[in-house]
């Protein structure tokens, strides 16, 4: 006979966000499966995902609140510093450009760079050394969900009875599917390529984006390594097929075209690992809920990584549903009943909505080359960096951004 397991909630998909909604749920004493269909102890390899998170100081304190920060094994670096600039290939800086310093508007800095597979490495310790969460990896689960609660029935695995059902898989969420939520994808045609490069000068700690005819191309500072003092995580976007010209060249082509496109304040640049490519689209999902269901992370929405957001509107997805799920469980109420539901669609779609409109407009607006859009970003750019009060502003909005 199958075994049953009774919990209040169950989350499928044990990504960065589902695996630390699952972290916080289970520390704060609700009764949490997670389930993933892939083997969690290979993603720390090194081959397998080149990402580095900028991580806002909402996403910090998620990841506080989850177990997960006091446990990352490299160490984030912060980003104290960013420098904007509109140029051309061969001549990425333009004599206009943005520099926000974080001591100008308070002692925080405005993010940490936190690799992925330092927070794969922290969820994996953690996920596996709380106590009431049950990890079910590699495994897949089919769902059923009804009125009263929903049956989760884990392959080779037990069948579990929950309260709320929360689809984390990804992009691709086939529980958002299953559910018939009605999704609109806007395809980018641009492809982000993803590196790590060693560099002879320091960084300081500022972060540079270059925003380049085929798109954004962002250095973002990284604490050193044993591999090498100076390290930045390279996240740069080109139009689909100069990618794929660009990831098949050589390392000595490969790493010319990314000094041509990032200039040489840091001297000689090497390449560390291997240059991974992702394909960019953005996605916007109708419905955050279904009955017993609620979508959080990359399965509620997708952007650009123009601004480094994407991970940080899922955490603060998950901030948002574990306050109500824990709140719920501690006064004896329903944790996954249409009251909930609809609270979390109402507090976390807005947001996520206001986000997709920003990187897209931001990507709309410097990914091209034509003369007046580049003279009326440039006027921009130069009348914000002149005028004191507006540029705080700017750097007050931009670490909202980050900090929320
Ligand atoms: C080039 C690039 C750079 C980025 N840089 C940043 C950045 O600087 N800052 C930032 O905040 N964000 C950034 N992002 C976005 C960020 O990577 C994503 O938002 C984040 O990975 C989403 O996490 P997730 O847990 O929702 O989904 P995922 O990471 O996709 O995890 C989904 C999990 O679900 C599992 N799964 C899938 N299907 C099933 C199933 N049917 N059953 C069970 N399990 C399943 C998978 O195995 C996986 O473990 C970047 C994205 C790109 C492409």
């Known amino acids: 006979m199958t075994e049953r397991l009774e919990v209040d909630v169950c989350v499928v998909g044990a990504g960065p966000v589902g695996g630390a909604l699952a972290c916080r749920l289970a520390g704060a004493g609700v009764a949490t499966a997670i389930v993933d269909r892939a083997a969690l102890p290979p993603m720390e390899h090194p081959d397998f995902d080149g990402r580095a998170y ?15 920060w006091d446990r990352l094994p490299i160490a984030p670096g912060p980003i104290t510093g960013i420098r904007v600039s509109d140029g051309k290939v061969g001549r990425p800086a333009s004599r206009l450009f943005l520099h926000f310093d ?27 050394a709380l106590p009431g969460l049950h990890v079910f990896a590699p495994a897949n689960a089919s769902v059923q969900r009804q009125a009263d609660g929903a049956l989760v029935q884990v392959q080779g695995g037990p069948l579990v009875a929950a309260r709320l059902v929360v689809a984390a898989e990804g992009r691709r969420s086939a529980l958002r599917g299953q559910a018939g939520i009605p999704v609109t994808h806007l395809p980018y045609h641009q492809t982000g390529i993803v590196c790590c490069i060693a560099h002879e000068a320091a960084h300081n700690g500022i972060a540079l984006e270059h925003f380049l005819p085929g798109g954004p191309f962002a250095q973002l500072p ?12 390279i996240v740069w976007t080109e139009r689909t097929r100069m990618a794929e010209r660009i990831m098949q060249l050589d390392e000595a082509a490969f790493m010319r075209e990314l000094g041509r496109r990032m200039g040489d304040h ?54 948002t549903l574990a306050d109500m799920v824990i ?10 009943g249409p009251a909930l539901l609809r609270r979390y669609q109402a507090a976390r779609r807005p947001d996520n909505m206001m986000m997709l409109a920003a990187t897209d407009a931001l990507d709309r607006l410097f990914s091209n080359d034509i003369a007046p859009v580049r003279l009326a970003r440039d006027l921009g750019i130069a009348a914000v960096h002149r005028i004191g009060p507006l540029k705080r502003m700017f750097m007050r909005s931009a670490m909202g951004a980050l900090a929320g």
Do not use: C, K
Not at 60 to 65: G, H, K, N, P, T
């Open 54 to 68: 900028a991580i806002a100081a909402g996403s910090r304190a998620v990841m506080q609140a989850s177990g997960l």
């Open 102 to 128: 974080a001591a100008e508007v308070g002692d925080a800095p405005f993010g940490w760079m936190v690799e992925a597979r330092s927070l794969r490495m922290a969820l994996n310790a953690h996920m596996a």
């Open 222 to 233: 990284m604490a050193a390594t044993d591999a090498a003092p100076n390290i930045s995580a």
């Open 266 to 319: 840091l001297g000689a640049l090497r390449l560390l690992g291997r240059r991974w490519s992702y394909p960019l689209s953005a996605m916007l999902v109708h419905r955050y809920t279904a009955t017993r269901l609620a979508l959080v992370g990359d399965a509620a929405h997708g952007i650009h990584p123009i601004a480094g957001q994407g991970l940080n509107l899922g955490f603060r997805d998950i901030g």
């Open 327 to 336: 709140a719920a469980t501690r006064a004896g109420e329903d944790p996954g």
